[in-house]
C-alpha cells in the first residue's frame, strides 16, 4: 500500500447536495440546452438555471459557467446524459448524441418518489466506470465501500464507519487494495483513537501521516469525506451514524449482493452503455427480490410491525419489488415516529439549528465526532425541516409526523427540499385547534408579495376545512412591516365571497426560539402555551399599526418568555406597549 493515494470523487464540490440533481436535470430537460452544453452554452445554461431558482449566483461571482460544467458532470456521471467519448475509448457515436438525455434520464425524470429517485442513484452507482490505477480495470466506489462495511460486520458485529475512518481508508481506497488489510488498517486506528486522550489532535496527526503518500493538500481528506458520504447516501443503502455511515437493515441483503463484485474488465465503453440505458440491479432478478423481501418481512415481524400484501401479486421481480416498497415505506413511517416521539429530548439541538438559520447558515462543531450543519443554499429546506422538529418535540399533535410537513426526507430524516406550493408549509393538528406554520428565508420587501397571498389563501383553506380554531404562525428572519400590515388585518374572501377574518401571527424565528427555549427550560413545553402566545400578539392588532405591532409581539415573547421561566406573570403596567396611549386609525 506504497502507492501514492488518489481520493474518488462520487460527487462534486461544486454541487454538494445529490438531492438537487433532479431539480436542476428537469430544468434542463426543458431547456433549449439539450445537447447543447459546451463552450458558450455554459455560460447561458447556467444563467438558465438561476434564473430558475436552482441555483443562487452573484452578479459577476461567476462568469465562466462553472456552475453548468458541474451540473453536467453530475448528469454525465450518473448516465442521465451522454458523457463525452474519448478517442481511445470508441466513438461517440457508438454511445449517443453528446450531452442528449439517455433511456435512463428520462427514467429518473420520471421518478416521482424519493425511493424511486434513490434507485436510480443506486443504478447508475453500480457500473463499475472509475479507472483502476493499472488503467485496465473499473471499480465502482459503492460496491467497494460495501464491501469494507460487511468485512468490517463481520468482524465487529457492525457495519458502522467513521468519519475518520472513511476520510483515511474508505475513499482513499480502491479493490487494488487488499481489503483484509484495509479493514485491519480501520480497526487500528479505531484502537488507537478511542484510548486517545484528545480526539482532534489524534485525527490532525493520522491525517498528516497518510497525508504523506497525497499530493494534494490534507484538507481535501475531511472536506471530500462529507461530499462522497451524501452522495453514498442517496443509494439508499447506506445512512448516516454520528458523522459516519452504516448499512441500512433494510437494505442488508442488497448490499452483501452488490459488495461480491467491485471492478470490472469490461471496456469503459460497455459501462457507459449500461449506465446511459439503465444498470441492472441484484433486486431485477427472481430469486434475490423474493430473498430481499422476505428479509424484510423477518424484520418487520421481529420489531412487531403490522402490514398487509396479501393484495398483491408476487409473480415477477417488478412485482415482488413493489411490495416491498411497500412495506419499506411502512417500516420508514414507522422509524419517523420514533424519531418524532424522540424530539423532545433533542431540543437543545434544534435551538442550535435555529441558530444557525438565523445566521444564514453555517456549521456548528461540538466535538470532531459530532456536528450539524445548513448548508446556505439550503436554508429554505432546512428552516421548514426545523420548525417540523420543533412542533415534534412540543408534541400532543393527532396527526402523524409524515402528516404534519410537505417536504420530503431522506433515510436520515434530513430534508431533501423544501415544500412544494399549493399548500401550507406545516400543520401542527392538536384535539381543540390547529397551527398552520408557514415559514420562509425571504427578508425583502417582496416578502409581503411572496407570502400575503398564500399565507392568507392557506389559512383561509385551513379554517374550512378543521372543525376547529385554526391559527396561522408566520415565521422569518425578519418580519417586513408591510407584511406585518397584511397578516394585522387578516383579511381573506372565501369562495362565494364569504369575508374571513384570519388569526396570523408573524414572528421571527428569533422569537419563536427564545420562546421555545423558554418552554423546555421550564419543563413546560405544551401546544396550550404557543396557543397562548399567538391569541396574546395579536389581541392588540386592531388599536395598533403595524409598525408598533411588531414591537408589541416582540415585546410579548420576552414577557411570556419570562413568565414560563420564572413562574411570575408581568403586569400590564410593565410593558410600556400596553400602557402608553394608542391612536386609533382606520382600518
Known sequence: MSERIKIWLVGNTGLRNPNRIQEGFSVYANSPFVGNLRDENE????????????????????????????????????????PQVKKKEGSQEELGALDNITPFGRSFLKANT????????LRAMSVEQFPMPDGKHYFSPLRWLLAIMLELERRTGSSELSRIEFALWGHTTNPSYNLEEVVDNILDLRQRRAVAPAKRPFDKKEIATRGKSYDKKADNFLDYSDMNMRYLRISGVLQRKGRGLIVVPAKHVLAEKLAKSTASSDPIMEQ?????????????????????????????????????ISDLPLSTPAEINIARQRLENILAQTDEIQYANDQCNQWKEIRDYMTLLIKGGGKWVYDEDNAIEVPKDETPAYLEWILWRAALAIDHMVNKPYEVRGFKLDSDFMPVSAAGGGKGDLYWEYNDFTILTEVTMSTSSRQEAMEGEPVRRHVSDAVLKYDKPVYGMFIANRIDTNTAETFRHGIWYAKGDVKQRL???????????????????????EPEKLRDLIIKCESRRDILEAPVWKQYIDATVSEKSNEIVEGVAICKEDNPLLSRPVQLFDM
Open 272 to 308: 457507459y452503455k449500461l449506465l446511459c440505458s439503465g444498470a441492472p440491479l441484484p433486486t431485477d432478478n427472481m430469486d434475490v427480490a423474493k430473498s430481499l423481501l422476505d428479509d424484510l418481512i423477518k424484520q418487520m415481524k421481529e420489531r412487531h410491525i403490522l402490514f398487509d
Open 43 to 82: 455560460v447561458g445554461f447556467m444563467n438558465f438555471l438561476n434564473e430558475k431558482g436552482i441555483i443562487q449566483n452573484e452578479e459577476g461571482k461567476d462568469e465562466s459557467g462553472s456552475h453548468a460544467r458541474k451540473w453536467r458532470l453530475m448528469f454525465a456521471r450518473n448516465g442521465f446524459i451522454y
Open 114 to 121: 424519493y425511493p424511486a429517485v434513490q434507485e436510480c442513484f
Open 503 to 525: 388569526d396570523i401571527v408573524p414572528l421571527t424565528l428569533g422569537q419563536f426560539q427564545k420562546y421555545f427555549v423558554a418552554m423546555f427550560e421550564a419543563n413546560k413545553a
